[in-house]
């Protein structure tokens, strides 16, 4: 086969989406509008949650669902070792202390007895992350939460009605992801107390830019007084939107508190909703390009990771392989030698306490022995849906070749 350049991730974007951005922007509304409002419908409904709240990213997300429960200083808030910073530095925003656990040997899911152990009396939330669109095991993390209620110490009322930890769980892979929980195949979102999805440029589904936070009902506090809260917090603590303030005589307003700015706007939503429309073939054809790759890499050393099973169905973001016997710099020469010859490849990730950022808060590599076994010898393979068959042939071909 003649050399091909093949892109890692490139957006997915047709005319249906230009033409969609066009109305809108002929529509003489562009920020937060009823798009917007739209989106966040359809996002509650498609993944079986209470509620969502449309923002300019996951990590806002995130930042806000720690906000919503106020979670800070003094408390602890555990995430997995193994993920990308953005389910971390949330953590650090609030002023609250992080604490990482290692994930299990083998896989990128937290190791769930490590995850038992490192609660305290000042821990407040778990942030499992649904890495690569697999879901991480929740029957267990409930199950440990539930186990550790004796010794929870809730300080706000969101935190009372809760009356245990938070899951707070990064979804920011798993739009559209499932699991079973409880005997039910359920899709991420409909699960954890709150979700953070990811609209990103290189997800499944984007609007640009963007993001959600869902969340289940928590008995004895209003859905729309949490969509309320949500909303100041994302507009600077405003009681009212632009949108409303347009109405003939009110434009008056009034600032709650001194919170952010993280609204998403009607141009990335209305993406959004014909990425939505769309969401089925795209999720159909990462499935397929997942199964071509498996029965196409021939080497025995080589871990794919499993996306479908019995007990859950990815929404296939990654594809991460595994290659047995090489360390970081034969990966990394793998990683080389097959841009040379046009295919781009990455590496998901470097585990948190490799990178400047965290050796500063006092994490060492050395405490985190899964976590770097799973990176020293894993690359990411493209897989988007921009990838025709024949590109996705020449990625086989020459990962075959050097593996």
Known sequence: MSKLSVPFSPPDITDAEINAVVEVLKSGWITTGPKTKEFEKKIAEYVGAARAVCLNSATAALELGLRLFEIGEGDEVIVPAYTYTASASVVDHVGAKLVLVD????????DYDKLAEAITDKTKAIIPVDFAGTMSDYEKIFEIVEAKKNIFKPSSSYQKALGRILVLADSAHGFGAAAKFRGKLVKSGSIADLTAFSFHAVKNLTTAEGGALSWNSIPGIEDEDTYKKLQ?????????DALAKTKAGAWEYDIIGTYYKCNMTDIMAAIGLVQFDRYPELLKRRRDMIETYKKGIESDRVHIL???TDDYQSSGHLMIVRVDGYDVEQRNA????????GVSTNVHYKPLPMHTAYKKLGFDIKDYPNSYDMYKNEITLPLHTKLSDEDLAYVIETFNKYV
């Open 232 to 240: 100041l917090f994302s507009l600077h603590g405003q009681n009212k």
């Open 306 to 308: 499993e996306h479908f």
């Open 103 to 110: 994930v299990e040997a083998g896989t990128f899911h937290f």
């Open 334 to 341: 793998l990683i080389t030698a097959m841009a040379e010859d």
